[in-house]
């Protein structure tokens, strides 16, 4: 989420003073790391399925940007595509890590301090 805050000031900002052309990162890359920021923090909580989670996430934002076509603020369809990108490098992230912690737990290599420690 500090991600998405610092390219939503600052690169956005560098990019339209400096007149560059990024394929439109700067309007949508916010989406993408908020999505994924926001999910992977809501799946620290175990009551409910980090799947599930980072889903209602995606819908929100989604819910959000075409809020945004009746309001004043600009309707994009970068935004949804970059939102549903942000959700899955979430699930994939979420995925990896617990992969890894799983296997931290289980899978100690030979001679660790677990196993040279005497059981009593």
């Known amino acids: ?3 998405g805050f610092i390219s939503k000031t600052y690169y956005w900002s560098f990019v339209y003073s400096n ?3 990024d394929f439109e990162l700067a309007n949508s890359l916010p989406s993408l790391l908020y999505v994924a920021g926001f999910s992977l923090l809501l799946s ?4 409910i399925k980090a799947f599930y989670k980072i889903t209602m996430v995606i819908i929100g934002s989604i819910v959000y940007e075409c809020y945004q076509y009746y309001g004043t603020q600009k309707f994009d369809i970068a935004d949804i595509i970059y939102s549903m990108v942000g959700g899955i490098l979430a699930i994939i992230i979420h995925n990896r890590l617990k992969k890894k912690k799983r296997n931290n737990c289980y899978n100690l290599p030979a001679g660790s301090w677990v196993e040279s420690y005497p059981m009593q």
Do not use: A, E, R
């Open 19 to 21: 007149d560059f052309f």
């Open 1 to 3: 989420m500090i991600l």
């Open 44 to 47: 620290i909580n175990k009551q």
